[in-house]
């Protein structure tokens, strides 16, 4: 009876020592987020004071959108979705074994730690900073465009690959080689069917982000519809930047769409 109460009491102990270190974490973290509140001016009510009316007179000059100019928006949407679709194709395929290295367990230990700092490396350096290195490497246009959202693209895929591994549930991997099944019909019948589906999730999201990176892109000098915008914002064409803008969420709505029938299907494979 003693003995019972003695572990009662030692269970109760430890609750209540996790719950103060909880409550002490939590006070710090809003203490960060104040802090950092303030720092930044965000609860200075003198900084928004003319903030509405500033954006309701852009908002007045860029309505009703000009589409006058929409036939010589092709080339400028074909670049940006060929860079797209290049950086995040490059970015995956490379992401795929640095992914296996950085996860644990997956590969060499001694070669997990290089790995993760190749990954921290490649997505800690702005989508903007590899593009002004490529486009002084390689000239203007779409090329340093893609080489530069595929450099990102590894960093972040990588990192998301590697932790799709490592959540990875082993039981009916070990199961089926438990009944004699080949490493390459584990990698079939239990690593695939796991991970696919979110690798797909990922890597269609990053190809969405990408769209939108290489409309950003196009301030450096990589072409694109993000070109188009910038010179027209710098004419103080806002009726037209605001069309392109447009353009550019409805070719960002319609990768959405695809991604989503395209995660479909596949999981209706899978599971046939």
Same mark, same amino acid.
């Given at each position: 009876?003693?003995?019972?109460?003695?572990?009662?009491?030692?269970?109760?102990?430890?609750?209540?020592?996790?719950?103060?270190?909880?409550?002490?974490?939590?006070?710090?973290?809003?203490?960060?987020?104040?802090?950092?509140?303030?720092?930044?001016?965000?609860?200075?009510?003198?900084?928004?004071?003319?903030?509405?009316?500033?954006?309701?007179?852009?908002?007045?000059?860029?309505?009703?959108?000009?589409?006058?100019?929409?036939?010589?928006?092709?080339?400028?949407?074909?670049?940006?979705?060929?860079?797209?679709?290049?950086?995040?194709?490059?970015?995956?395929?490379?992401?795929?074994?640095?992914?296996?290295?950085?996860?644990?367990?997956?590969?060499?230990?001694?070669?997990?730690?290089?790995?993760?700092?190749?990954?921290?490396?490649?997505?800690?350096?702005?989508?903007?900073?590899?593009?002004?290195?490529?486009?002084?490497?390689?000239?203007?246009?779409?090329?340093?465009?893609?080489?530069?959202?595929?450099?990102?693209?590894?960093?972040?895929?990588?990192?998301?690959?590697?932790?799709?591994?490592?959540?990875?549930?082993?039981?009916?991997?070990?199961?089926?080689?438990?009944?004699?099944?080949?490493?390459?019909?584990?990698?079939?019948?239990?690593?695939?069917? *796991?991970?696919?589906?979110?690798?797909?999730?990922?890597?269609?999201?990053?190809?969405?982000?990408?769209?939108?990176?290489?409309?950003?892109?196009?301030?450096?000098?990589?072409?694109?519809?993000? *070109?188009?915008?910038?010179?027209?914002?710098? *004419?103080?064409?806002?009726?037209?930047?605001?069309?392109?803008?447009?353009?550019?969420?409805?070719?960002?709505?319609?990768?959405?769409?695809?991604?989503?029938?395209?995660?479909?299907?596949?999981?209706?494979?899978?599971?046939?």
């Amino acid at each position: 009876m003693y003995a019972e109460a003695v572990t009662i009491d030692a269970i109760l102990a430890d609750g209540h020592r996790r719950a103060r270190r909880s409550g002490a974490t939590a006070v710090l973290a809003a203490a960060v987020i104040l802090a950092a509140f303030v720092y930044s001016d965000a609860l200075d009510p003198k900084r928004y004071r003319d903030a509405l009316p500033t954006i309701l007179t852009l908002f007045g000059d860029a309505v009703p959108p000009d589409f006058a100019r929409w036939r010589s928006w092709g080339k400028p949407l074909l670049d940006t979705l060929a860079m797209s679709v290049v950086g995040t194709v490059l970015g995956g395929l490379t992401a795929i074994p640095l992914g296996a290295l950085a996860a644990r367990g997956s590969g060499p230990a001694w070669l997990r730690h290089p790995a993760l700092l190749l990954l921290n490396t490649l997505r800690s350096i702005p989508g903007l900073i590899w593009g002004v290195l490529f486009v002084a490497a390689v000239g203007f246009g779409p090329l340093p465009g893609i080489f530069a959202l595929a450099f990102h693209s590894t960093g972040m895929l990588g990192k998301f690959y590697a932790e799709i591994l490592e959540h990875m549930d082993p039981a009916p991997g070990n199961a089926l080689r438990s009944h004699g099944v080949s490493e390459l019909g584990v990698l079939r019948f239990s690593v695939w069917p *796991q991970i696919m589906p979110r690798l797909m999730d990922v890597t269609l999201y990053r190809w969405e982000h990408n769209v939108r990176a290489a409309t950003t892109l196009g301030m450096v000098g990589c072409g694109g519809i993000g *070109q188009e915008i910038v010179v027209a914002l710098d *004419q103080f064409e806002y009726r037209e930047a605001s069309a392109l803008i447009l353009v550019l969420l409805a070719l960002v709505t319609a990768i959405g769409m695809l991604g989503a029938g395209l995660r479909v299907r596949l999981l209706e494979r899978i599971s046939s």
